[in-house]
Nanobody
Framework: QVRLVESGGGLGQAGGSLRLSCAAS????????MAWYRQAPGAQRELVAR???????NYADSVKGRFTIYRDNTKNTVYLQMNSLKPEDTAVYYC??????????????WGQGTQVTVSS
């Protein structure tokens, strides 16, 4: 069983910072790209940031220069450092990854989501 478990959400203030973590566990052979998505109430889920296995990153225009995605491959963990928070960053944040299991099948996995609320 492969799982993605997020942590680090909560309440932040405008201009402040939060860091999200997402750890993959289970019978994992390798992890490809890892990404963070978010979904605000009444809105569609959107890509926030993505990082490939070799460290290439891309970001949504709305978070460029404020958020940083990075990963620790020794811990099978991806992070999202969120600085200069804005109220419009309020959403449930989801971790997503394509993971090759030890049986060599690759699946796309989602975490359970973590709430981020930014007060003005």
């Amino acid at each position: 069983q492969v799982r993605l478990v997020e942590s680090g959400g909560g309440l932040g203030q405008a201009g402040g910072s939060l860091r999200l973590s997402c750890a993959a566990s289970g019978r994992i052979a390798s992890i490809n790209a890892m990404a963070w998505y978010r979904q605000a109430p009444g809105a569609q889920r959107e890509l926030v940031a993505r990082i490939t296995s070799d460290g290439t990153t891309n970001y949504a225009d709305s978070v460029k220069g404020r958020f940083t995605i990075y990963r620790d491959n020794t811990k099978n963990t991806v992070y999202l450092q969120m600085n200069s928070l804005k109220p419009e960053d309020t959403a449930v944040y989801y971790c997503n990854s394509n993971i090759r299991r030890s049986d060599m099948f690759t699946f796309n996995y989602w975490g359970q989501g973590t709430q981020v609320t930014v007060s003005s």
